[in-house]
């Protein structure tokens, strides 16, 4: 099966950077994913790594280690409407079909 | 282009009620998923349907849980005899195929046992 791990929660200021780890165990990778949820919202997807290596779309990028089975989201210029749970996913593909299998989440407060 | 539609948004039942969540994929979407969130926790997968099929419901309960996508109309997810601990957000994506990762999430119902 899969699972994936990552902090419950981080706590940083207006301005500052925050990294938020996941690592994750799967049979067979085909890739790892961020989603961002508001309090009340609906999943929103944010970013995908297939390969190894850092890929930036504004103030968010995600990282990946293939190697090291972890990948890291980055937030940068944090600012109050960041506060929000993050998830990283991997794809399942037991019993041959394929499906999102989430974190638990971790939550992130930005303060003044 | 109207994304992921969920319906009712809140939903109240009694003990022992019958709750219907209804999903409409977005449109040009044919594989959609449900997901059940329970506060404070992540996003468990329970069903992933295509269009009159069920493909893997490997995270639905064995019992009083069921759900469909038919020809025509949205996808079900229906529970049977609601108990306390089915209270939770029901949220439903949506994907154009076979998706590594690209999920269109709906906003959720969220379902109140009383």
């Known amino acids: 099966g899969q699972s994936l791990e990552q902090p419950s929660e981080v706590t940083a200021v207006e301005g500052a950077i925050v990294q938020i780890n996941c690592t994750y165990q799967?049979?067979?990778?085909?890739?790892l994913s961020w989603y961002q949820q508001h309090d009340g919202g609906a999943p929103t997807f944010l970013s995908y790594?297939?390969?190894?290596g850092l890929e930036e779309t504004g103030r968010f990028s995600s990282f990946l280690s293939r190697s090291d089975s972890y990948g890291y989201l980055l937030l940068q210029e944090l600012q109050m409407k960041d506060s929000a749970s993050y998830f990283c996913?991997?794809?399942?593909?037991?019993?041959?079909?394929?499906?999102?299998?989430f974190g638990a989440g971790t939550r992130l407060a930005v303060h003044p | 282009n109207a994304g992921v539609m969920q319906n009712p948004r809140h939903l109240v039942r009694r003990r022992g009620q019958e709750a219907r969540l209804r999903c409409s994929p977005m449109?040009?979407?044919?594989?959609v998923y449900w997901y059940r969130q329970l506060p404070e926790e992540g996003l468990k997968f329970m069903v992933y349907?295509?269009?009159?099929?069920?493909?893997?419901e490997s995270g639905m309960p064995k019992e009083r849980f069921s759900a469909e996508f038919p020809k025509e109309g949205p996808s079900i997810l229906r529970i049977q005899q609601v108990v306390r601990g089915d209270s939770a957000a029901y949220f439903c994506?949506?994907?154009?195929?076979?998706?590594?990762?690209?999920?269109?999430f709906g906003s959720g119902t969220r379902l109140t046992v009383v």
């Open positions: 996913a991997v794809r399942d593909q037991s019993g041959g079909y394929n499906k999102l299998i």
């Open positions: 994506a949506s994907s154009p195929r076979d998706s590594n990762y690209g999920y269109t």
């Open positions: 349907l295509q269009k009159e099929n069920i493909i893997d």
């Open positions: 449109k040009g979407h044919s594989h």
């Open positions: 790594n297939a390969l190894d």
């Open positions: 799967t049979s067979g990778f085909y890739g």
